[in-house]
């Protein structure tokens, strides 16, 4: 009883934190002339992934390298067929961002080369360089393009109406925004992991099915609570920024400080089989989606939402 209590109290304070994260993130956005896009890639992609990066490193130290890469591998995916599906049951999200065709391209690149680390069985600390390496120029491409739409902006009005709801304008308030969406999601991510795991190995899963699927997707909670409320408040392009650029911060940030910090992940033959794949195909989906500028709307997030479903039945039952 007490892994459920602090598996809904873990739930709770996700989608507060996401709330408030996002609403910060979006204050940054309209003082520094920030299109929301590079904002959903960068602020709140990275505070989204915090709980991943807290759950990995803590299970590679622990020696559980089943759960610190299958929560990465199981929350990219997530990401794709829970976090941007499941809203798309209350309101559509288009894949008409200009910009984010390039970085979804990132995100396959960086994904591919994730799975060439992954080919060999072990994950070392020259994998994690490449891979830390791969997202500083992610990062330093976000800056130039940050940079130029700013000088862009001093020519324009920019507004953002009705984003996101009411964002704060005052520093100090977007800052203690930030400061507290920062702090809470891990801490949130902690608990709902911790009830999770104690009720899964009450059912005797193995570690890495744990990671796939329990973890991954109470590490991804941040992700869809910052999502459902941007597509809610009509802003697509914080939506898909969002899980873009968590899932690049997924594989370069947390599997590169991982692999750097404990190297010498074994990495499951199921793993390399199976699941990595799936998660490189989900990935293509986005880009196809992306190419035809479709609409996600409710019958193909519904038939998203069955793909991860059929996925997380056969782990548990394979």
């Not at 507060?16 to 896009?37: F, N, T």
């Not at 390039?102 to 799975?115: C, D, G, H, K, Y």
């Not at 500083?136 to 862009?152: C, E, I, N, T, V």
Request: proline residues 4%.
């Amino acid at each position: 009883m007490t892994d459920y209590l602090i598996l809904i109290a873990g739930l709770v304070v996700l989608f507060i934190g996401g709330d408030i994260l996002i609403r910060g993130a979006v204050g940054v956005a309209e003082r520094l002339h920030v299109p929301p896009l590079i904002i959903g890639l960068t602020v709140v992609a990275m505070g989204t992934s915090a709980p991943e990066l807290m759950v990995s490193l803590k299970a590679a130290h622990e020696g559980a390298g089943g759960i610190a890469i299958g929560n990465v591998i199981g929350s990219n995916l997530a990401n794709i067929l829970l976090v941007l599906a499941l809203p798309s049951l209350i309101a559509a999200t288009p894949c008409r961002e200009p910009g984010i065709g390039r970085n979804i391209a990132v995100m396959i690149a960086i994904t591919i080369v994730f799975m060439g680390t992954l080919a060999n069985g072990v994950l070392d600390r020259s994998d994690g360089v490449i891979l830390l390496v791969l997202l500083g120029l992610f990062l330093l491409d976000q800056m130039r393009s940050a940079r130029k739409h700013r000088r862009s902006a001093k020519r324009q009005s920019h507004e953002y109406p009705g984003e996101l709801g009411k964002a704060p304008d005052s520093p100090p308030i977007i800052a203690a925004m930030l400061i507290g969406g920062l702090i809470s999601l891990p801490l949130a991510a902690d608990m709902t992991v911790s009830g999770a795991t104690g009720i899964a190995k009450s059912w005797g899963v193995s570690d890495e099915v744990i990671g796939l699927t329990i973890i991954a997707i109470g590490t991804s909670l941040p992700e869809l609570a910052a999502t459902l409320l941007a597509v809610i408040r009509k802003h697509s392009s914080v939506a898909l920024g969002n899980v873009v650029g968590s899932n690049i911060f997924n594989i370069g940030l947390i599997m590169g400080l991982t692999a750097l910090a404990e190297p010498g992940i074994k990495v499951a033959d199921h793993v390399v089989r199976v699941d990595m794949w799936v998660m490189l195909a989900a990935s293509l989906l986005i880009a196809l989606l992306a190419w035809r500028r479709a609409v996600i709307g409710k019958g193909i997030g519904t038939a998203m939402l069955a793909a991860y479903a059929i996925y997380t039945l056969l782990l548990f039952l394979g």
